[in-house]
């Protein structure tokens, strides 16, 4: 766009976050962070589970401080909200009580705009991003698509230098997300479009190549810039073409490869906001185990990935899964069985939940807190929002639920423990606490 600068809006120098975990151990987050974002480009923040990438986004916004270095907007130092950027959320996060007009006057009413500006400010942001005619239309008349829309509006009206978008199309169905970010890209070829750079933090490699002119790599725990990659490539970008499936391959190596990842923790020392739990069901890491096996004990991901018409990135949470439990290694996209994970894969269903159940009793930092958890209390049952309050130390309020449901599906599974939704409470399995009690007992 001819009417940017290339200006630096934003500074990111020597940021470091570390929250305090529920034991009173120190997690640091994200260290030593240096990023500048500049007028006229579109710049994704890429990272598995654990890079914090959502973190330095909210740092960027100004909604998190940090624990070291300094957050710049047009050089002044942060001490709040930033008032050149506006937020965009995976989960949509509009008022159901408010019409789509009323949602996306909300930030200028904050702001104090009078009325009159900011219905003609509303309605021109409803119409650029393709809601006109559902200004009076309620959040739970729309798609999950046209909620995403509001979302946009609720940002663009604010015309901030910097537009922040935290996973925007993770929460929407294949199509939808690809035909919104199809028309994310098309706006901001247009000289009207309200802002002057995008911040977009996203899991998906090939989203990010798609749409930025610079992914920066985070690495994990803590999280680390570990490269900056500019796309080259003009817009709109073929997946197809040689360059882009270049790129994809080299971010890919990043992402999977250890020379770039710091040692993980002993599994028995990981605590769970250090090492979250991949986002995958228990059917579906098994179901990886078992292609794994079919092949012999060796595959390689992206073959994988293509076999299954599935993109890499969804299938990453399962093998980090599946890697985490010790029934796979992973090595530059090598994936490898392991002896307990072939014992997992071909023993009847009794005995593969026997397994399961005693490697996330002791792999998985959030089971083995649970269970921890329970063990100690007086009748072996625990609310769940007790769990979820200490998870709220080093997650987001949405992740942090996120990990308790994943962690109650693979108790449930493993028979460590039941969960009632009605009453939020989790309780021991019986015949879980006497093996434990047994089995420590005998050691």
Request: overall charge negative; proline content about 5%.
């Amino acid at each position: 766009m001819s009417a940017r600068s290339g200006e630096v809006l934003l500074e990111v120098d020597g940021v470091g976050k570390a929250f305090t975990g529920a034991a009173g151990d120190i997690l640091q987050v994200l260290e030593h962070i240096d990023l500048t974002l500049r007028s006229g480009e579109i710049v994704a923040l890429l990272g598995r589970s654990g890079s914090g990438k959502s973190t330095l986004l909210r740092t960027i916004a100004g909604l998190i401080a940090p624990t070291t270095g300094t957050v710049r907007y047009r050089g002044a130092e942060l001490d709040g909200a930033n008032p050149g950027a506006a937020l965009v959320f995976q989960s949509f996060a509009l008022m159901p009580w408010l019409d789509v007009q009323a949602n996306v006057e909300l930030g200028l009413a904050a702001r104090g705009v009078p009325r009159p500006e900011r219905r003609r400010r509303a309605l021109a942001a409803i119409d650029m991003i393709g809601l006109d005619g559902f200004e009076a239309a309620y959040p739970k008349e729309l798609s999950g698509g046209m909620r995403q829309r509001v979302g946009f509006a609720r940002a663009l009206v604010l015309e901030p230098d910097l537009l922040l978008m935290d996973e925007p199309f993770s929460a929407l169905d294949v199509l939808t997300a690809e035909n919104l970010r199809t028309e994310i890209v098309n706006l901001w070829a247009t000289d009207d479009f309200p802002t002057k750079s995008i911040c977009i933090v996203t899991h998906n490699i090939e989203e990010a190549v798609l749409l930025a002119d610079r992914v920066v790599v985070l690495g994990s725990n803590p999280g680390r810039i570990i490269a900056e990659i500019p796309v080259p490539q003009a817009r709109p970008r073929d997946r197809r073409a040689p360059g882009f499936e270049l790129l994809v391959d080299e971010i890919y190596g990043l992402l999977t490869g250890r020379e770039t990842q710091r040692p993980a923790p002993e599994p028995e020392k990981a605590t769970p906001t250090a090492t979250p739990l991949p986002d995958a069901s228990v059917g579906g890491l098994a179901g990886l185990v078992e292609l794994v096996y079919a092949n012999g004990g060796r595959a390689d991901l992206p073959v994988v990935a293509d076999t299954l018409n599935f993109e890499i990135d969804d299938l990453l949470p399962l093998v980090d899964a599946a890697a985490m439990l010790g029934f796979i290694t992973l090595e530059s996209g090598d994936i490898t069985l392991t002896e307990i994970g072939t014992r997992y894969t071909t023993a009847d269903i009794q005995e593969s939940k026997t397994i399961f159940a005693e490697q996330a009793r002791h792999r998985a930092p959030l089971v083995r807190t649970i269970c921890k958890g329970l063990a100690g209390s007086t009748d072996g049952t625990l609310r769940g929002g007790f769990f979820l309050d200490l998870l709220r130390r080093g997650f987001s309020a949405e992740d942090a639920r996120r990990q308790l449901e994943v962690a109650i599906a693979w108790g449930r599974y493993a028979e460590l423990y039941d969960y009632d939704a009605d009453d939020d409470e989790i309780t021991a399995d019986p015949a879980a606490a006497e093996f434990t009690a047994v089995r420590d007992n005998w050691h």
